[in-house]
């Protein structure tokens, strides 16, 4: 079988890493296209995950998005023709007929969240699934959920809430988070304080900035700030240690050199900087939930609609939103009091993913 898999933004990496391990393990033939925007490139260099790079973020306007789906959307489609083309050279020389071809093309098309690939694969005539876990990006959802023949996502989001962008009868539901699957053989690695020169016996705290290119959180977020002006205040006063990580160049254009932080210019193994940190504060959601699976307390800042994951979370009390910087703890934690973690078998997440191909 021929997978093709589409990458888009960083966490998407980490979502596919076993997805792609595991087809790989299976002797599945998988290709990987990933598109230029904040660490998705360098998290692929990092799992030594080979990708072509095609495409970059045309920015947050709406006019921009449409733009660079349609270029990009093309310019995949000319990429798996060709990718199919050498197949058929490779496995067959001098034999270009559409036969061959048609036995070249990728079975199917895996994106988390990717419109770009939807569209391409619709095209192509490839069959495709789309999965995310945050149900109110509405133009994206839309798009994916229309042309993917199977939608995978957390049982905790209601059904319901999804049939408007196209999803009915398309639902695949897993149980759980998606880190829980992702980080099932994860286990930290305290490499990363020495590479940021932290001191393991000072508090440490994990900041990830807001999605400001996103269509669902386009304003400005005045909780954040005042977070950043806590943890300033923080390190002059009792030595707190705080790892900033942006989400884009600007976002570490404007950071860097801030006194107090730690910038990181290059993708590190965040995961295990998380489950090291006494606290993480994240305006987003991968990290809050990488948080919540590893153990560590987390606090959400995010100021747009909260998703059903996210509401679940809070309501079992594993996920606090922050009202004010003023509820910061900044102290050490007790490693004893950290939560037994849950394991999920990443291979649940592949069979849905590939449901398109069942009888």
Not at 99 to 108: E, L, M, P
Request: net charge neutral; aromatic share 6%.
């Amino acid at each position: 079988m021929r997978v093709w898999i589409d990458l888009t933004n960083s966490p998407h990496v980490l979502v596919m890493r076993p997805v792609i391990e595991l087809l790989r393990s299976d002797g599945h033939e998988v290709r990987v296209t990933a598109r230029d925007f904040a660490q998705t490139l360098q998290l692929l260099d990092r799992f030594a995950i080979e990708h072509t790079a095609i495409g970059h973020h045309r920015g947050e306007r709406l006019a921009g998005k449409a733009i660079g789906l349609a270029s990009r959307s093309t310019a995949l489609v000319r990429w798996a023709r060709e990718e199919s083309r050498r197949a058929v050279v490779a496995h067959q020389p001098g034999v270009l007929s559409n036969g061959a071809h048609s036995k070249a093309r990728f079975d199917i098309a895996l994106g988390h969240g990717s419109n770009d690939v939807s569209v391409a694969a619709r095209l192509l005539g490839i069959p495709s699934s789309t999965t995310f876990d945050y149900e109110w990006a509405a133009v994206q959802h839309y798009v994916n959920c229309h042309l993917a023949q199977a939608v995978v996502v957390p049982a905790a989001i209601p059904p319901e809430r999804l049939y408007r962008y196209g999803a009915k009868d398309k639902i695949h539901a897993y149980e759980g988070l998606k880190e829980e699957y992702y980080l099932a053989d994860f286990e930290p690695d305290e490499a990363v304080i020495a590479e940021l020169a932290l001191d393991r016996e000072r508090p440490l705290v994990v900041v990830r900035t807001p999605p400001e290119v996103s269509l669902y959180h386009r304003f400005e977020n005045d909780l954040f700030a005042d977070v950043l002006t806590r943890l300033r205040e923080a390190a002059r006063e009792q030595g707190v240690q705080s790892v900033v990580l942006p989400r884009t160049a600007d976002q570490r254009a404007q950071l860097r050199g801030v006194e107090g932080f730690t910038v990181p210019e290059q993708a590190i193994d965040a995961q295990s900087l998380i489950a090291l940190a006494d606290l993480v504060i994240s305006a987003g959601g991968t990290m809050n939930r990488e948080a919540v699976a590893l153990g560590t307390p987390v606090y959400t800042t995010f100021e747009g609609r909260l998703g059903a994951v996210d509401e679940r979370l809070i309501g079992e009390g594993r996920l606090r939103k922050l009202g004010g910087a003023e509820q910061l703890h900044l102290g050490k934690r007790d490693p004893a009091e950290r939560p037994p973690r849950t394991r999920r078998d990443p291979r649940e997440l592949l069979d849905l993913l590939l449901a398109p191909l069942s009888p």
